[in-house]
C-alpha cells in the first residue's frame, strides 16, 4: 500500500533555531509537496519537487527551505525558526500533475 | 489564477441525512477537480476527482459530486450520513496546462459534523 510517513510527528523549537522536518514515500512517485495547515488558511504550498535534485518554490516558501536528496526523501529546513512558523506540516506525493496527491499524517511544530 | 470558494465552515446534521458540501471555483478554462477528507489528527485522503465527461462522479464511502460548468461549482453529496463521516473535506481545483498546473489549489475547507 502507498504511504508517505513524516518525521518528527511533533517538534518543539526555539526561535532562531535550526528545524528539519523528513518525508519519505514508498510510492515511488516523482512529485512531492510541502504544506502548512493553518486554521483559517486551509493547506498553502511551501515548496515542492518534480524529482530528486529539485526544489520548486510554492506560494509561501519564505522562512524555509527544501531538499530532495533522493526519489523518496523531501525534507523541509526552517533555518531559522520564528514563532509564525508555529503550524502543522503536511508532506504529500502524486504522480503527475493532475493525480490525487497522497499525504503523510503531518508533523506539529510549535516554535517558542 | 484559479481560486476556489468553501463557503460553509460548519455543517451539522444527524446521522441518516443527507448532505451537501458546497464548493465554487473561479477560472476561465478546463478545470481538473478533487474532494479531499481529513479526519481529525490525520492528513488529508482522496475522495474524488472530475476532469471530464459524465459531471457526476461517484467516490468512495457513498459520496459522489456533480460538476456545474454554469455555476462553477463541484458540490459534494451523500444520501446518508454516518458518525463517521465526522471530517472536515476540502474541494481542491487544478488547471491543466496553466502556468501553475504543477500544483493543487485547496480550499479553506469545511467541517461536518454529523450528530447521532
Known amino acids: 500500500e502507498a504511504a508517505v510517513t513524516q518525521s518528527p510527528r511533533n517538534k518543539v523549537a526555539v526561535t532562531g533555531g535550526k528545524v528539519t522536518l523528513s518525508c519519505n514515500q514508498t510510492?515511488?512517485?516523482?512529485?512531492m509537496y510541502w504544506y502548512r495547515q493553518d486554521t483559517g488558511h486551509g493547506l498553502r504550498l511551501i515548496h515542492y519537487s518534480y524529482g530528486a535534485g529539485s526544489t520548486e518554490k510554492g506560494d509561501i516558501p519564505d522562512g524555509y527551505k527544501a531538499s530532495r536528496p533522493s526519489q523518496e526523501n523531501f525534507s523541509l529546513i526552517l533555518e531559522l525558526a520564528t514563532p509564525s512558523q508555529t503550524s502543522v506540516y503536511f508532506c504529500?506525493?502524486?504522480?503527475?500533475?493532475?493525480?490525487?496527491?497522497?499525504f503523510g499524517p503531518g508533523t506539529r511544530l510549535t516554535v517558542l | 489564477t484559479q481560486t476556489v470558494s468553501q463557503s460553509d465552515a460548519h455543517v451539522t446534521v444527524f446521522e441518516g441525512d443527507s448532505v451537501e458540501l458546497r464548493c465554487n471555483y473561479s477560472?476561465?478554462?478546463?478545470?481538473?477537480l478533487s474532494w479531499y477528507i481529513q479526519h481529525h489528527g490525520h492528513g488529508l485522503q482522496f475522495l474524488l476527482k472530475?476532469?471530464?465527461?459524465?459531471?457526476v462522479v461517484q467516490g468512495v464511502n457513498g459520496f459522489e459530486a456533480e460538476f456545474s460548468k454554469s455555476d462553477s461549482s463541484f458540490h459534494l453529496r451523500k444520501a446518508s450520513v454516518h458518525w463517521s463521516d465526522s471530517a472536515v473535506y476540502f474541494c481542491a481545483v487544478s488547471a491543466p496546462g496553466a502556468t501553475n498546473a504543477y500544483k493543487v489549489i485547496f480550499g479553506k475547507g469545511t467541517h461536518l459534523h454529523v450528530l447521532p
Open positions: 510510492n515511488n512517485h516523482n512529485n
Open positions: 504529500a506525493s502524486g504522480e503527475g500533475h493532475y493525480a490525487e496527491q497522497f
Open positions: 477560472y476561465g478554462g478546463s478545470i481538473y
Open positions: 472530475y476532469y471530464s465527461g459524465n459531471p
